[in-house]
């Protein structure tokens, strides 16, 4: 079983940044990819950010050059940056790690509100 605890979620005003943090724990191994995802109200859960495994990272064109993701393998943490935050930013963030040789284990954490708001 693998635990993931999201973190530094908060209301912010518009401009301003966040970083959001992600520790996993339990058994993992093999990770593929650990990422980052949002889901405003009424709308349904979309890509924000991935770091896969050798380095790489992918963003969603919402957020590109505004946020950041990172990674520190030992422990097994992420982040994301968040830079320049817009009201549309609004949503809970959850983060995401995927292992197996074909990425085929999936977990979850339970989010993170972030509110952007003047």
């Known amino acids: 079983q693998v635990q993931l605890v999201e973190s530094g979620g908060g209301l912010v005003q518009p401009g301003g940044s966040l970083r959001l943090s992600c520790a996993a724990s339990?058994?993992?191994?093999?990770?593929?990819?650990m990422g980052w995802y949002r889901q405003a109200p009424g709308k349904q859960r979309e890509f924000v950010a991935v770091i896969i495994s050798g380095g790489s990272t992918n963003y969603a064109d919402s957020v590109n050059g505004r946020f950041t993701i990172s990674r520190d393998n030992a422990p097994n943490t992420m982040y994301l940056q968040m830079n320049s935050l817009k009201p549309e930013d609004t949503a809970v963030y959850y983060c995401?790690?995927?292992?197996?040789?074909?990425?085929?284990?999936?977990?979850w954490g339970q989010g993170t509100q972030v509110t952007v708001s003047s």
């Open positions: 339990g058994y993992i191994f093999s990770v593929y990819s």
């Open positions: 995401q790690i995927r292992m197996g040789v074909t990425a085929q284990i999936e977990y």
